[in-house]
């Protein structure tokens, strides 16, 4: 306020008001939202519990004496009452689902004789003679950025100059991988092969005949009349799509046994030309593969690690720029290779919006699909221009397993869905130490969280998987006790240097 002193010179007095720092304004922000979802979601309690306190406090003995006095003269009531309960629990327990559950899981670790440093794989490429200056320099570029170690593997074909990518190379890598994995995973559950009923197979890019399946048939002497498949082309996110089948066929065979094996093979899909987008898969894929055994034994529920819960599907094939975002094809020289679009992100980001939009009432609490609803409608009926609700799937989810497709699919995500470093760490040390390996890369992440110990009763964890089509798929699990990792986990001699600074 205004004021003069004795010498009749006006003074000026400001009254400042504190302001908060930002990072107690985002504190309280927390604890406000934090407060109303836990009122939305008790809101029933909350609700109930004073009324039922009320006619506790109001009912005599006398009201309830007639009551049942009434009861007991009604004798055809309560017979029909009980009868039509008994009849609905019926029908219930007959129709509905059975549970899925995990019983364990394995991961294929390489040797170390098959490790790709950044010099050794420059190196070998600038041996092959394929590639000029520009493709190498950009190679170069890539790899740095990428977000792989030096400890990633590459098959035993590429180790030679001139690679072998002959289609005998090529089985001795699928076989390395995926009996590597099952091995494994017989070994940890003690499970004998012929009780598998069930076997899904996927790996995009090679398909021999005999199939991938029918070699693991061979091998382990599965029974004549196992429901075995074999999915290819279906890109990275094919591993969701095989656990989905196996869940259905699960639900229709009773008390048996299901492996899904996911893997890609590298030999004979690798590039040799010079066209850049095309060149992206060679810095970004390396050797992994994973093996799933899944049961609907209500007997396998003690020992098993998880439940599923969810399956969702989205496919933009009818798009025709989501089609060929991802596009096997040949350059102008008739060399063979996976092609990736400058729109790829863009159209990743669509295709999760759509299937979040789809898993979000599956396992968002009431109150964040509130605010979700009331956003949309102030948006259509208001203002265009306000931003929509990003629900906090932080609520729903205690870890996240995002494909390991690369550093800015991850980034991307981690901002879309404001997910905390921690969120994503186990997506970005499974690219670190294993690089892209494809639809198997959601497992390495899943082994990452249980190496560090942190998977506890009653977590429920999203598994979200992109590839060509174009598709996203999100799996979801639930933990059914405090889970440790398996013996022979790909994380087991390297846990403790994890996480890893990263620097780009």
Known sequence: MDGADGNGSVGVQIRQTRRLPDYLQSVNLKYVKLGYHYV??????LCLLPLAVVISVQASHDDLRHLWLHLQYNLVSIITCSAILVFGLTVYVMTRPRPVYLVDFSCYLPPDHLKAPFSRFMAHSRLTGDFDDSALEFQRKILQRSGLGEDTYVPEGMHH????????????????????????????????????GILVVNCSLFNPTPSLSAMIVNKYKLRGNIRSYNLGGMGCSAGVIAVDLAKDMLLVH????????????????????????????????????????????????????????????????????????VY??????????????????????????????????????????????????VKKLFNGKVKPYIPDFK????????????????????????????????????????????????????????????????NRVWQIAFGSGFKCNSAVWEALRNVKPSKNSPWEDCIDKYPVTLSY
């Open 40 to 45: 939305i979601s008790n809101l029933l309690t």
């Open 161 to 196: 100059v001139p690679p072998r990518i002959s289609m005998a190379a090529a089985r001795e890598e699928a076989e390395q991988v995926m009996f590597g994995a099952l091995d494994s995973l017989f070994e940890n559950t003690d499970i004998n092969p012929k009780d598998i």
């Open 254 to 325: 009773r008390k048996t046994y299901a492996v899904v094996v996911s893997t890609e093979n590298i030999t004979q899909n690798w590039y040799f030309g010079n066209n850049k987008a095309m060149l992206i898969p060679n810095c970004l894929f390396r050797v992994g593969g994973s093996a799933v055994l899944l049961s609907n034994k209500s007997s396998d529920k003690r020992r098993s690690k998880y439940r599923l819960s969810h399956v969702v599907r989205t496919h933009r094939g009818a798009d025709d720029k989501a089609f060929r975002c």
């Open 328 to 377: 096997q094809e040949q350059d102008d020289t008739g060399r063979t290779g996976v092609s990736l679009s400058k729109d790829l992100m863009a159209i990743a980001g669509e295709t999760l919006k759509t299937n979040i939009t789809t898993l979000g009432p599956l396992v968002l609490p009431i109150s964040e699909q509130i605010l979700f609803f009331t956003t949309l409608v």
């Open 395 to 458: 609520l729903a989810f205690e870890h996240f397993c995002i494909h390991a497709g690369g550093r800015a699919v991850i980034d991307e995500l981690e901002k879309n869905l404001q997910l905390s470093p921690v969120h994503v760490e186990a997506s970005r040390m499974t690219l670190h130490r294993f690089g892209n390996t494809s639809s198997s890369s959601i497992w390495y992440e899943l082994a990452y969280i249980e190496a560090k110990g942190r998977m506890r009763r009653g």
